[in-house]
């Protein structure tokens, strides 16, 4: 167990959880890292499993009911526990130069999001010694973000008082709030061909890749307008070289800021599968089935996440706009095409935006991040949650912790 007896500054917790791997689905040994850290400065803990296909672990909400004044609504701190897949066993190397932290380009850090982590732990620390000088926080700690934000998506608003929220989880500049994130939906199309001996039979096959290329090729993908964007992702088909595939999947997605686009260009999508399939059907020879034409495809759509756009005269945006002044800082509201947890919070009735935490490179294995950004990041967001008794002063622009 670990021991928590002399305070740890903030960026020491960010080292060590930069050090505890956590790739989606395996998030238990952080999980228990934060669990003990936050029950040390008298919170409430709870895993909350809403689905026991999260993984080993479920979300983890940290919240203590007895601080709360009756009459001053708590804010929601949330962040992931889940990194991308880190190879070497995910033991990533840190590479330290000056503040800089890296891996040598061996794999991703981890940074997004172990940063957000980390800031959440500081604000708890802060808030167990000055209860009076902070508003009153919640922290939800989310899994699976990485897959699908899939944590997000089973949390439930009951388990939380807070309805209003800061995701702490933005590859932004220190200074920006995302305040404007696409509807996105993932589609799969499934293409049947006929399968065959590629040189005894050839003439009876029918090959659902090169089908699957056809419509791939009249797909479309880019940027469809100053809103919408698609993509196709992924093909896989085929299991022998001399085996002609009667089988071959298409996954693709699309995303919007607008509802009308998106529908309009999920039944563009949809037609041109099947006209592209349609236009290209025959009956082969000695088929068991003689009535029946290749290729044959079909489309299924799921949503990945729901958009959102906040009104910018939300009182957390305001105290946003304050803090960034405090300090110097020139705030920025910002759209984004990606996505994340706060996609789901604010569908589920929870406004909240996603703070710019100064990441770079996440996802690669050239992400890094540096320890001044986090301690600037830590200062915007004391500011934002200070109650009403004033700025907070850092004396000699000491570190945080």
Not at 122 to 128: G, P, T
Not at 307 to 322: A, I, S, V
């Amino acid at each position: 167990m670990t021991s928590f007896k002399h305070r740890r500054s903030l960026e020491e917790v960010f080292l060590t959880l930069l050090s505890i791997p956590s790739p989606s689905g395996k998030e238990n040994q952080i999980a228990e890292y934060i669990r003990q850290y936050a029950e040390s400065l008298g919170f409430e803990v709870r895993e909350e499993v809403e689905d026991p296909s999260l993984g080993e672990t479920g979300n983890l909400v940290i919240h203590s009911f007895t601080s709360f004044p009756p009459h001053e609504e708590p804010v929601v701190l949330v962040a992931h526990m889940d990194t991308v897949p880190i190879p070497l066993e995910g033991k990533v190397p840190l590479i330290m130069e000056e503040d800089l932290i890296h891996t040598g380009g061996v794999s991703p850090l981890g940074a997004d999001d172990k940063a957000g982590v980390a800031l959440a732990l500081h604000v708890l620390e802060k808030v167990s010694k000055e209860p009076e000088t902070y508003t009153p926080v919640e922290v939800v700690l989310t899994v699976r973000e990485e897959q699908g934000c899939l944590g997000a998506r089973h949390f439930s608003p009951s388990r939380i008082r807070a309805r209003k929220g800061i995701c702490l989880d933005g590859e932004t500049p220190i200074g920006t709030a995302i305040v404007q994130s696409p509807t996105k939906w993932k589609y799969t199309i499934q293409v049947q061909g006929k399968s065959a001996h590629a040189a005894l039979n050839a003439e009876e096959g029918v090959n659902a890749i090169l089908h699957a290329c056809r419509i791939g090729a009249a797909l479309p993908t880019g940027l469809l307008d100053p809103s919408t964007t698609a993509n196709i992702g992924i093909v896989e088909g085929g299991t022998s070289i001399n085996v002609v595939p009667d089988r071959c999947t298409i996954k693709g997605e699309l995303r919007s800021f607008e509802e009308a686009r998106l529908l309009f260009w999920r039944e563009e999508i949809t037609k041109q599968v099947e006209e592209a399939t349609n236009g290209n059907k025959y009956r082969t020879p000695g088929s068991v089935s003689p009535d029946k034409l290749f290729p044959q495809s079909s489309i299924s759509w799921e949503l990945a996440y729901p958009g959102y756009t906040l009104n910018k005269e939300e009182p957390l945006l305001n105290r946003f706009q304050l803090g960034c002044q405090t300090l110097g800082l020139t705030p920025q509201f910002l759209s984004s095409r990606g996505g994340g947890d706060a996609n789901y919070f604010n569908a589920k009735g929870i406004p909240s935006f996603v703070l710019g935490l100064g990441m770079e490179g996440i996802h690669t294995s050239s992400e890094r991040y540096r320890l001044s950004t986090l301690h600037e990041a830590a200062r915007l967001l004391e500011q934002i949650l200070c109650s009403g008794t004033g700025p907070i002063t850092f004396l000699n622009d000491s570190p945080i912790g």
